[in-house]
């Protein structure tokens, strides 16, 4: 033996103080995620789900009825939007509006402004790295809404 040193014991305070840090680090963590968790919520989709559920068919309906396709990609700092309709042609719209943001967060939501050139939707944007979903609302000719959430993935 190296010394006569008493061997320390194990004592009912020291199992108590042991379990206390520990519940204090799991509650501490819990409340830190859920005030982060609050805190970035984007927000809600509808107002009232019962309301927008009453005519989600008719719109779903209408809306395939297009045959649209979307197709969303990044070039530095520009995004295309194109939209196809069944036949593979582009699309021009009456009217377009978009968001572009993350999905967990609304401090980086940019609303681009998009021209139509011939092919396709372009506009400028400042783009990081990772994944964003656009959000568009676009009006067909006939007046029927084509909405979507378009997901880009931007690598740089």
């Known amino acids: ?32 995620l859920a005030f982060n968790a609050v805190q970035t919520f984007p927000g809600l989709e509808v107002k009232n789900s019962y309301v927008a559920s009453q005519s989600f068919d008719a719109r779903r309906d209408a809306q395939q009825a297009l045959g649209w396709s979307v197709y969303a990609s990044a070039v530095e700092d520009q995004i295309k939007l194109e939209i196809t309709d069944a036949d593979g042609s582009p699309v021009e719209v009456a009217q377009l509006s978009a968001t572009l943001g993350r999905a967990t967060h609304v401090k980086d939501d940019q ?10 939707y372009i506009a400028a944007a400042e783009l990081s790295a ?6 568009m609302i676009a009006e067909a000719n006939d007046g029927t809404e084509f909405t979507q959430r378009v997901i880009l993935h931007v690598a740089r």
């Open 1 to 32: 033996m190296m010394g006569d040193e008493p061997i320390r014991q194990l004592t009912g305070w020291h199992v108590l103080l042991v379990f206390g840090g520990a519940f204090t680090v799991i509650i501490g963590v819990n409340i830190a």
């Open 111 to 120: 609303a681009p402004e998009f021209r139509f050139d011939g092919e396709a």
């Open 130 to 135: 990772g994944n964003w979903n656009i959000r």
